[in-house]
Protein backbone atom coordinates (compact mmCIF):
# COMPACT_ATOMS: atom_id res chain seq x y z
CA UNK A 1 0.00 0.00 0.00
CA UNK A 2 1.50 3.41 -0.79
CA UNK A 3 1.44 6.04 1.82
CA UNK A 4 1.55 8.81 -1.17
CA UNK A 5 -0.82 8.42 -4.50
CA UNK A 6 -0.09 10.91 -6.97
CA UNK A 7 -2.00 11.34 -9.92
CA UNK A 8 -1.65 11.38 -12.65
CA UNK A 9 1.43 8.87 -13.39
CA UNK A 10 1.81 9.96 -16.84
CA UNK A 11 1.01 13.62 -18.60
CA UNK A 12 1.84 14.39 -21.86
CA UNK A 13 1.37 17.53 -22.63
CA UNK A 14 2.40 20.81 -25.69
CA UNK A 15 3.99 23.89 -24.37
CA UNK A 16 1.89 26.41 -23.70
CA UNK A 17 -0.52 24.46 -21.54
CA UNK A 18 -1.47 24.20 -17.89
CA UNK A 19 -1.32 21.12 -15.66
CA UNK A 20 -1.78 20.04 -11.98
CA UNK A 21 -0.47 16.85 -10.58
CA UNK A 22 -1.99 15.58 -7.20
CA UNK A 23 -0.22 13.99 -4.22
CA UNK A 24 -2.71 12.50 -1.71
CA UNK A 25 -3.46 10.33 1.46
CA UNK A 26 -5.26 9.22 3.95
CA UNK A 27 -2.67 10.58 6.48
CA UNK A 28 -1.50 13.61 8.28
CA UNK A 29 2.11 14.92 7.53
CA UNK A 30 4.20 17.55 9.29
CA UNK A 31 5.38 18.73 5.79
CA UNK A 32 5.55 17.71 2.15
CA UNK A 33 8.47 18.16 0.07
CA UNK A 34 8.02 18.61 -4.35
CA UNK A 35 11.45 17.07 -6.07
CA UNK A 36 11.97 17.01 -9.94
CA UNK A 37 13.82 14.57 -11.29
CA UNK A 38 16.13 13.96 -14.88
CA UNK A 39 16.85 10.94 -16.10
CA UNK A 40 20.35 9.39 -14.71
CA UNK A 41 20.30 12.66 -11.74
CA UNK A 42 19.19 12.49 -8.37
CA UNK A 43 16.03 14.16 -7.12
CA UNK A 44 16.49 17.92 -6.59
CA UNK A 45 14.32 19.77 -4.46
CA UNK A 46 11.55 22.07 -5.33
CA UNK A 47 9.83 23.34 -2.37
CA UNK A 48 8.95 22.54 0.94
CA UNK A 49 5.27 23.53 2.19
CA UNK A 50 4.96 22.81 6.32
CA UNK A 51 0.97 24.65 7.28
CA UNK A 52 -2.02 23.60 6.57
CA UNK A 53 -3.45 25.64 3.78
CA UNK A 54 -0.24 27.24 2.35
CA UNK A 55 0.48 28.42 -0.90
CA UNK A 56 3.97 28.75 -2.71
CA UNK A 57 4.87 29.94 -5.78
CA UNK A 58 7.93 29.33 -7.82
CA UNK A 59 7.64 31.39 -10.92
CA UNK A 60 5.46 29.17 -12.87
CA UNK A 61 4.90 27.04 -10.44
CA UNK A 62 2.36 26.88 -7.72
CA UNK A 63 2.48 24.18 -5.11
CA UNK A 64 -0.20 23.93 -2.32
CA UNK A 65 -0.64 22.14 0.89
CA UNK A 66 -4.34 21.19 1.66
CA UNK A 67 -6.31 22.39 4.88
CA UNK A 68 -5.83 19.11 6.75
CA UNK A 69 -2.15 17.94 5.66
CA UNK A 70 -3.22 15.16 3.70
CA UNK A 71 -2.58 16.27 0.33
CA UNK A 72 -0.67 18.63 -1.99
CA UNK A 73 -1.25 19.78 -5.49
CA UNK A 74 1.70 21.48 -8.12
CA UNK A 75 0.46 23.72 -10.64
CA UNK A 76 2.17 24.55 -13.77
CA UNK A 77 1.12 27.42 -15.71
CA UNK A 78 2.48 27.67 -19.33
CA UNK A 79 4.29 24.25 -19.34
CA UNK A 80 7.51 24.53 -21.27
CA UNK A 81 9.90 21.50 -22.72
CA UNK A 82 12.09 22.12 -19.48
CA UNK A 83 9.55 21.15 -17.25
CA UNK A 84 9.77 17.71 -18.85
CA UNK A 85 11.16 15.60 -15.90
CA UNK A 86 9.69 13.08 -12.81
CA UNK A 87 7.93 14.91 -10.31
CA UNK A 88 7.70 13.19 -6.71
CA UNK A 89 6.19 14.58 -3.97
CA UNK A 90 7.66 13.19 -0.45
CA UNK A 91 6.36 13.76 3.25
CA UNK A 92 7.19 13.74 7.05
CA UNK A 93 4.56 11.83 8.80
CA UNK A 94 3.79 13.87 12.05
CA UNK A 95 3.57 10.44 13.76
CA UNK A 96 6.48 9.13 12.42
CA UNK A 97 9.97 10.18 12.86
CA UNK A 98 11.42 13.71 11.12
CA UNK A 99 13.69 11.89 9.76
CA UNK A 100 11.87 9.33 7.09
CA UNK A 101 10.82 10.54 4.32
CA UNK A 102 8.15 8.65 2.40
CA UNK A 103 7.86 9.33 -1.46
CA UNK A 104 4.90 9.15 -4.11
CA UNK A 105 5.48 6.67 -7.04
CA UNK A 106 5.91 9.92 -8.95
CA UNK A 107 4.40 11.85 -11.98
CA UNK A 108 6.32 11.29 -15.32
CA UNK A 109 5.73 14.88 -17.28
CA UNK A 110 6.60 15.06 -21.42
CA UNK A 111 5.72 18.60 -22.45
CA UNK A 112 6.59 18.67 -26.36
CA UNK A 113 6.87 21.58 -28.70
CA UNK B 1 30.97 22.50 -2.95
CA UNK B 2 30.58 19.18 -4.04
CA UNK B 3 27.55 18.27 -2.30
CA UNK B 4 26.25 14.33 -2.05
CA UNK B 5 28.58 11.90 -3.96
CA UNK B 6 28.15 8.71 -4.75
CA UNK B 7 30.62 5.62 -5.88
CA UNK B 8 30.43 4.09 -8.30
CA UNK B 9 28.03 5.33 -11.01
CA UNK B 10 27.19 1.93 -12.54
CA UNK B 11 28.16 -1.98 -11.08
CA UNK B 12 27.08 -5.45 -11.85
CA UNK B 13 27.62 -8.24 -9.13
CA UNK B 14 27.23 -12.03 -9.32
CA UNK B 15 24.46 -13.38 -6.85
CA UNK B 16 26.29 -14.06 -3.53
CA UNK B 17 28.95 -11.29 -3.81
CA UNK B 18 29.53 -8.64 -1.27
CA UNK B 19 29.60 -4.92 -2.03
CA UNK B 20 29.66 -1.50 -0.39
CA UNK B 21 27.83 1.74 -2.22
CA UNK B 22 29.70 5.19 -1.49
CA UNK B 23 28.54 8.02 0.11
CA UNK B 24 30.13 10.87 1.01
CA UNK B 25 28.87 14.83 1.66
CA UNK B 26 30.76 18.07 2.39
CA UNK B 27 28.24 19.84 3.30
CA UNK B 28 28.92 19.21 7.28
CA UNK B 29 24.81 17.77 7.28
CA UNK B 30 23.62 15.81 10.29
CA UNK B 31 21.33 13.66 8.60
CA UNK B 32 22.18 10.90 5.64
CA UNK B 33 19.58 8.54 4.03
CA UNK B 34 19.84 5.86 1.94
CA UNK B 35 17.10 5.28 -0.84
CA UNK B 36 16.20 2.40 -3.76
CA UNK B 37 14.07 3.43 -6.66
CA UNK B 38 12.50 1.11 -8.46
CA UNK B 39 9.96 1.20 -11.43
CA UNK B 40 6.50 2.01 -10.31
CA UNK B 41 7.58 1.61 -6.75
CA UNK B 42 8.85 5.52 -6.24
CA UNK B 43 12.14 5.95 -3.59
CA UNK B 44 11.97 3.76 -0.80
CA UNK B 45 14.08 4.03 2.66
CA UNK B 46 16.31 1.47 3.07
CA UNK B 47 18.53 3.59 6.36
CA UNK B 48 18.78 6.74 7.85
CA UNK B 49 21.42 8.33 10.19
CA UNK B 50 21.02 11.28 12.22
CA UNK B 51 24.56 11.74 13.13
CA UNK B 52 28.22 9.98 13.73
CA UNK B 53 27.22 6.73 15.41
CA UNK B 54 23.77 6.55 15.24
CA UNK B 55 21.71 4.76 12.71
CA UNK B 56 18.15 3.61 11.96
CA UNK B 57 16.44 1.22 9.55
CA UNK B 58 13.75 2.45 7.11
CA UNK B 59 11.67 0.84 5.17
CA UNK B 60 13.11 -1.51 3.41
CA UNK B 61 16.45 -2.78 5.77
CA UNK B 62 16.73 -6.56 4.86
CA UNK B 63 19.98 -7.25 3.28
CA UNK B 64 21.46 -3.99 3.87
CA UNK B 65 24.24 -2.55 6.27
CA UNK B 66 24.87 0.50 6.86
CA UNK B 67 27.74 2.75 9.63
CA UNK B 68 28.50 6.33 10.48
CA UNK B 69 32.25 6.43 11.72
CA UNK B 70 32.28 10.18 10.54
CA UNK B 71 29.60 12.85 9.89
CA UNK B 72 30.67 13.25 6.00
CA UNK B 73 30.41 9.10 5.07
CA UNK B 74 27.40 7.03 4.55
CA UNK B 75 28.53 3.95 3.33
CA UNK B 76 25.79 0.93 2.32
CA UNK B 77 26.85 -2.36 2.31
CA UNK B 78 25.47 -5.37 0.93
CA UNK B 79 26.29 -8.67 2.44
CA UNK B 80 25.16 -11.48 0.07
CA UNK B 81 23.56 -9.93 -3.07
CA UNK B 82 20.54 -11.13 -4.49
CA UNK B 83 19.13 -10.03 -7.91
CA UNK B 84 16.17 -8.42 -6.18
CA UNK B 85 18.36 -5.84 -4.82
CA UNK B 86 19.15 -4.40 -8.63
CA UNK B 87 18.05 -1.12 -8.51
CA UNK B 88 18.99 2.71 -8.26
CA UNK B 89 20.34 3.49 -5.11
CA UNK B 90 20.44 7.08 -4.21
CA UNK B 91 22.12 8.77 -0.74
CA UNK B 92 20.74 12.28 0.58
CA UNK B 93 21.39 14.45 3.24
CA UNK B 94 20.13 17.32 5.18
CA UNK B 95 20.80 19.89 7.78
CA UNK B 96 19.04 20.45 11.10
CA UNK B 97 16.27 23.18 10.72
CA UNK B 98 15.72 22.60 6.92
CA UNK B 99 13.02 19.55 5.43
CA UNK B 100 15.00 19.33 2.43
CA UNK B 101 17.18 16.90 1.21
CA UNK B 102 20.10 17.19 -1.12
CA UNK B 103 20.54 13.95 -3.18
CA UNK B 104 23.48 12.25 -5.12
CA UNK B 105 23.04 11.44 -8.50
CA UNK B 106 22.73 7.30 -7.62
CA UNK B 107 24.59 4.18 -8.46
CA UNK B 108 23.18 1.84 -10.65
CA UNK B 109 23.15 -1.64 -9.38
CA UNK B 110 22.52 -4.99 -11.60
CA UNK B 111 22.92 -8.23 -9.64
CA UNK B 112 23.14 -11.34 -11.77
Known amino acids: TQLLEQSPQFLSIQEGENLTVYCNSSSVFSSLQWYRQEPGEGPVLLVTVVTGGEVKKLKRLTFQFGDARKDSSLHITAAQTGDTGLYLCAGVLITGGGNKLTFGTGTQLKVEL | NAGVTQTPKFQVLKTGQSMTLQCAQDMNHEYMSWYRQDPGMGLRLIHYSVGAGITDQGEVPNGYNVSRSTTEDFPLRLLSAAPSQTSVYFC???????????FGSGTRLTVV
Open chain 2, 92 to 102: ASRTEGRHGYT
